[in-house]
């Protein structure tokens, strides 16, 4: 499957933007604030954030997939077949592996890609996160919709937005705004 240049520059540098303002966090910090920051994005805008990009319920929570591939590319775990060699050095010069299991921005996010909602979504899930230890925030993401997906398959962004308290009327404004987000990107 050919990827979208644009969709994987916004995947970027969302999880750039994420680790701008957490400085060094560990991928399931990380990662976990991305989750909450798509949660209240949905309930509250009723569309992603996330772009193209998915969550995969994974043993220690939703992790979004092409960001978990692009925190592989850096730390020697993703041989980066799957994506445009170009854009996997510019994965590369745009991250910093720190060892153990700690990222860090080489680059500034581009703003260009990111939303003003989207990034305040981004900043109060930062808030919401960053004082957090792992096993709270591992208990915290293992939602309902954690639950409800299978593992290592991708968590429906109805069952994430569900979990975060959205209602039905907006589960099902949600539902019509991502098949038409699903038809603009075909």
Known sequence: MARNYFELEKALNTLLYVVQRMGQPDYHKAFKTLYFAEQDYLVNYGMSLMGSDYFVKMPNGPVPSNMYDFVKFVNGNHDGQSYRPDFVDHVKDSLEYIAPH????????????????????????????????????????HDEAWNKAELKKKIEPLDIAAAGGATEEELEYLKESLNNDFFSLA
């Open 102 to 141: 700690h990222i860090r921005a080489k680059k500034s996010a581009n703003l260009d890609y990111l939303a003003e909602a989207e990034q305040q979504a981004i900043s109060e899930s930062v808030l919401r996160c960053e004082k957090l230890n792992y096993v709270t925030l591992r208990q915290l993401s």
